[in-house]
């Protein structure tokens, strides 16, 4: 009976490893998002909802939880990324130096909500940096 019990909590602990680490995968990828401003605004939260319970100052958690509603209307923004079809159509693929090269960058919101105002690199050349192209 130990032998089975044994042996059920080694598979459940192996399934919840295995679980475990494909969670971690997703939230690692979306952690990679935050800037280091943003980790900045965790740390001034945590530090100030902190001392300020301990203290009993209430400035200083007032300030943590304006961080943290803060942090908490920029989700949205991070977790929901825009979906872009993007095409460059070129009239011809090889040009000689000087010769002017033509070319059009189409680009359409494929998702079902409205697309946010971005911008689009298109580097050519020396990847100049006025190639960037604003849309509204």
């Known amino acids: 009976m130990r032998g089975r019990l044994f042996s ?7 399934r919840v490893g295995v679980v475990a680490r494909r969670a971690w995968v997703v939230v ?7 800037t280091t401003l943003g980790w900045s605004l965790v740390a001034v939260a945590v530090l100030a909802l902190v001392l300020g319970g301990v203290f009993g100052w209430g400035e200083l958690a007032a300030l943590g939880l304006g961080a943290v509603l803060v942090m908490a209307s920029a989700i949205p923004f991070v ?30 919101g494929a998702g079902r909500r409205t697309s946010p105002a971005t911008t689009v690199r298109l580097p050519v050349g020396a990847a100049r940096p006025d190639s960037d192209a604003r849309l509204p």
């Open 28 to 34: 690692r990828a979306r952690l990679r998002v935050a």
């Open 79 to 108: 977790l929901i990324r825009p979906v872009y079809d993007v095409a460059i159509e070129l009239a011809a693929h090889r040009v000689r130096v000087g010769e002017r090269a033509v070319g059009r960058l189409v680009v359409r």
């Open 8 to 14: 059920l909590a080694r598979a459940v602990a192996a």
